[in-house]
């Protein structure tokens, strides 16, 4: 167009045409004054953007905000585009978010989205990229943030039916049961039982039931349970719904144990997304579900190396816990696995999602060990 304009600019001025050749300088002057606009429309331009939540469920929504700044005399217009992950999108469903707006002298502007996480894993918002020109928006220029938000989206949690864990002959077992007792936490009082220390005996319980009582305490060894994910079989037969579903039901179990004041744990074969671990050591904390919850949001379906050694090398196995393992099938792997557990006097429960018939002497060995994950999976009704 400035050719045009500058081939009837010459016709103007070789016939005389005084309006045309004036019109002519006019439009030239104009695009020539909004090159030389755009070309300094991103200095003193500055964007900073913010999400409320980097942690979220399937289904919750987190909030983006974008404020740009125009820290210099020259207005501009300004244009705001931020790149979504598909898994994380606004209720209009499209993959790029923007805005655009015209920003004054010393001017601030602010753009929100409202985005809902669909599906368990980490996304990524941004970089945004941000387009700014003459207030006409004849030219802009291109300038890409620094700043990218990673949201990590926990597996979704699902009802879960009330199961036995695998029992330990020793701790883990409630009130006076428990061989090991701590004196701090008195959980109540009892009968006097022949050959308990004199120092347990309650005397004001005594006094007021005009016999003797003892003090109940608390067990000092707490439950403690690992929870083991077999990343292998979902990978060999591509089973990503069986593998989601799976996680899903290892996350419900987890925040369940923790509510009961279970210490637990988390091993898997898997590759994180991003750097992370792929174990969790068992322990008791306010940060210990986050974290559980966090490796189960980057696992994806793709084995990194041996489950068994896996174990081996991800943490120690104290005495003491119980595990629960979770895989996609019955196979020789799970007897290996017994057989693992067993040498360390380590009680195991198998979840599998397709339980398959194994023949022979290796059937007993598993069988009555191994259980079909939909069995504590409580199946949501459909609604018409």
């Known amino acids: 167009m400035q050719f045009i304009v500058g081939l009837l600019l010459f016709i103007a001025l070789l016939h005389g045409e005084r309006n045309l050749t004036i019109l002519a300088l006019l439009v030239l002057g104009t695009a020539g004054g909004a090159k030389l ?42 244009q705001v585009n931020v790149p979504v992950d598909s898994l994380l999108r606004p209720a209009s469903g499209e993959t790029t978010l923007t805005k655009e707006s015209s920003l004054l002298w010393y001017q601030r502007a602010h753009f929100q989205w409202e985005l809902t996480a669909q599906r368990r894993g980490v996304h990524q918002i941004g970089p945004a990229h941000i387009f700014a020109g003459d207030l006409f928006a004849f030219f802009s220029r291109e300038k890409k943030a620094e700043e990218s938000h990673y949201i990590i989206v926990y597996p ?66 707490r439950e403690k349970v690992l929870l083991v994910v077999d990343v292998d079989r979902f990978a060999r037969n591509k089973a990503d719904e069986e593998f989601e579903h799976t996680l899903e039901i290892v996350a419900s179990l987890a925040v369940r144990l923790d509510k ?90 198998f979840f599998v999602c397709r339980p398959c018939s194994t023949s022979g002497e290796d ?11 939909d ?10």
């Open 363 to 373: 059937k007993a060995k598993v069988w009555h060990k191994i259980h079909r994950l």
């Open 156 to 221: 979704r949690l699902v009802s879960l039916k009330s199961f036995p864990l695998p029992r330990r002959d020793l701790f883990g077992v409630p009130g006076a049961k428990s061989p090991v007792q701590d004196p701090i936490y008195i959980l109540g009082t009892r009968d006097y039982q022949h050959g308990q220390p004199a120092k347990y005996i309650h005397w004001k319980a005594s006094a007021r039931h005009h016999r003797l009582q003892e003090k109940v305490f608390e067990p000092t060894e």
């Open 37 to 78: 606009w755009t070309k300094i429309s991103l200095s003193g331009l500055k964007c900073h953007s913010s999400v409320d939540q980097q942690k979220v469920f399937p289904g919750q929504k987190l909030t983006l905000r974008i404020s740009a700044e125009n820290d210099k005399f020259l207005p501009v217009w300004l």
């Open 375 to 384: 069995d504590i999976c409580i199946k949501e009704v459909e609604r018409g």
């Open 260 to 349: 009961k004041g279970y210490a637990i744990g988390l091993v898997t074969n898997g590759v994180m997304v991003g750097e992370g671990p792929t174990s969790v050591p068992i322990t008791r904390n306010a940060k210990q579900l986050p974290v559980i919850l966090e490796v189960l949001a980057r696992l994806q379906m793709e084995p990194k190396r041996d489950l068994i050694d896996t174990l081996r090398r991800g943490l120690e196995l104290s005495w003491g816990i119980s595990c629960v393992h979770f895989s996609y099938e019955e196979n020789e792997a799970v007897v290996g696995l017994k057989e693992y557990f067993k040498l360390r006097k380590i009680p195991v429960m």
